[in-house]
Each structure stands twice: as C-alpha cells, then as structure tokens.
C-alpha cells in the first residue's frame, strides 16, 4: 500500500521555525516528484514547495527565503523546513507525491500565533 505520513506540525511563535517531516511507504519514492501543499481555514490548498527527482526545487512566492524542501532518497522522507514563521503560514500541510496518480498524506496542523 502506498502511504505517505506527515509529522512535525504544531503551534510555534511568530517568527519560529519547525521542521515537516513526510515518510513514504509502499513504493520507491525516489522515482517521484514530491512536494508541499497547505490549506487554510476557508482558503483554498495552496501549493508551497516541489521537488523533482533530481533535487530541482521551486516555491510559492509568498514562502521564497523562508522555506527550503527537501528530500532524502535513501530513507524515502521528505523535509519542509519552515523559519521566519507569520501568523498566516497556520494551516493544514499535506505532503503529496506524483506517481501515475497523486498520494497525499493526511496533513499535520501546523500553527504560528503568540
């Protein structure tokens, strides 16, 4: 069966950091692009972070120099490192990942708020 589990989430400050976590069963993982997607309360998924198979990274604007993705083939995991957290990075974060179909993890919670 291939799963996808996120884990790392939780309340952090304005201006904190926290580290996403996405492990991957089932499949080798490393042949995927993989990535990054949140959703806010009443606001529609957005797209925050992708990686290629080769490392080739890219991110929404509104997270660029804050947020760095990465992936680590040997232990089929995907990172979300996330500084200089705002109030408006609370959401929802899904991992995914591009086989013939999409496989998304179930999403940790992820809150900035003093």
């Known amino acids: 069966q291939v799963q996808l589990v996120e884990s790392g989430g939780g309340l952090v400050q304005p201006g904190g950091s926290l580290r996403l976590s996405c492990a991957a069963s089932?499949?080798?993982?490393?042949?995927?692009?993989m990535g990054w997607y949140r959703q806010a309360p009443g606001n529609q998924r957005e797209l925050v972070a992708t990686i290629t198979t080769g490392g080739r990274t890219n991110y929404a604007d509104s997270v660029k120099g804050r947020f760095t993705i990465s992936r680590d083939n040997a232990k089929n995991t995907v990172f979300l490192q996330m500084s200089s957290l705002k109030p408006e990075d609370t959401a929802v974060y899904y991992c995914?990942?591009?086989?013939?179909?999409?496989?998304w993890g179930q999403g940790t919670q992820v809150t900035v708020s003093s």
């Open positions: 089932g499949t080798i993982f490393s042949s995927y692009p």
């Open positions: 995914y990942a591009v086989l013939s179909f999409t496989v």
